[in-house]
């Protein structure tokens, strides 16, 4: 059974950092194009970062260029987002999402869907 599940969301002040897991089970993480998203209220579900499965390119929107990082941990089978010089504007559910092989920003093309964890960025 495919399944991924976040975690590492939380409370955090402005300007501090947070690391979000994404730990896939059913399947080897390298072999699918992995993508976070994140959903504030009231707005769309938004693409913020990706990493294909053929090679280690890994693609970021522009609002957290230079902030926000992607690493893997292949023993674990886990992805993970850091996220530092965090804004309010950064408060969101953010979800980890798996699609074969390439990256997408549609959330249509992902295939499975972790459960989302919530980031909160306030003084």
């Known amino acids: 059974q495919v399944q991924l599940v976040e975690s590492g969301g939380g409370l955090v002040q402005p300007g501090g950092s947070l690391r979000l897991s994404c730990a896939a089970s059913?399947?080897?993480?390298?072999?699918?194009?992995i993508g976070w998203f994140r959903q504030a209220p009231g707005k769309e579900r938004e693409g913020v970062s990706c990493?294909?499965?053929?090679?280690?390119?890994?693609y970021y929107a522009d609002s957290v260029k230079g902030r926000f990082t992607v690493s893997r941990d292949n023993a674990k089978n886990t992805l993970y987002l850091q996220m530092n010089s965090l804004k309010p504007e950064d408060t969101a559910v953010y979800y980890c999402?798996?699609?074969?092989?390439?990256?997408?920003?549609?959330?249509?093309?992902?295939?499975?869907w972790g459960q989302g964890t919530q980031v909160t960025v306030s003084s």
């Open positions: 990493r294909g499965s053929t090679d280690d390119n890994v």
């Open positions: 999402a798996a699609k074969d092989y390439v990256c997408s920003g549609y959330t249509g093309d992902y295939d499975y």
């Open positions: 059913g399947f080897v993480l390298d072999d699918y194009a």
